[in-house]
């Protein structure tokens, strides 16, 4: 029974924590975008969290970088299971222009294995609420 109450308390209001892991910032002007009321992800009960102890799903803008790769990891681990990972952009999803660079490892599921991808350079706010609608039905069906 307790297992049922924690399921639906994950579905209707998951939190969540923005790791930006060394982009240009537009996809993260886009996911403060998607917060405001205009576009009101809250509708869905979503919370910002500002420690991944606290939170569900983990929504990384960039790429994976030499420099972030530990924290990175320790980020994924110390959140709480079962999470989730978007990956919000190209950057994140692939290391996009930067591919290539010195620093560069590539997309975040270099690191850490993630379950959204919302593509775009950066994506609008409607399709990162079309991935958070997505990532909510796979939390339905989870066990």
């Known amino acids: 029974m307790i297992e049922k109450i924690i399921k639906w308390s994950r579905i209707k209001s998951p939190w969540i924590l923005h790791l930006n892991t060394g982009a240009c910032n537009a996809c993260d002007i886009e996911i403060v975008d998607a917060l ?34 530990d924290r990175i990891i320790r980020i994924y681990e110390q959140t709480p299971d079962p999470k989730f990972v978007m990956a919000v952009g190209a950057c994140a ?20 294995p993630v379950d959204i991808y919302v593509p775009g350079c950066p994506p609008r706010p409607d399709a990162i609420i079309d991935g958070v609608v997505k990532l909510l039905n796979k939390l339905e069906k989870t066990k």
């Not at 606290?54 to 929504?59: E, K, M």
């Not at 620093?103 to 850490?112: A, E, K, R, T, V």
Request: aromatic content about 8%; overall charge positive.
């Open 36 to 69: 405001t009321p205009r576009f009101d992800v809250e509708r869905f009960g979503i919370l910002l969290k500002a420690t991944p102890r606290h939170a569900d799903v983990i929504v990384c803008t960039g790429p994976a970088t030499r420099q972030m790769k």
């Open 93 to 112: 999803m692939s290391g996009c222009v930067y591919r290539g660079a010195y620093n560069i490892i590539g997309g975040i599921d270099q690191l850490i």
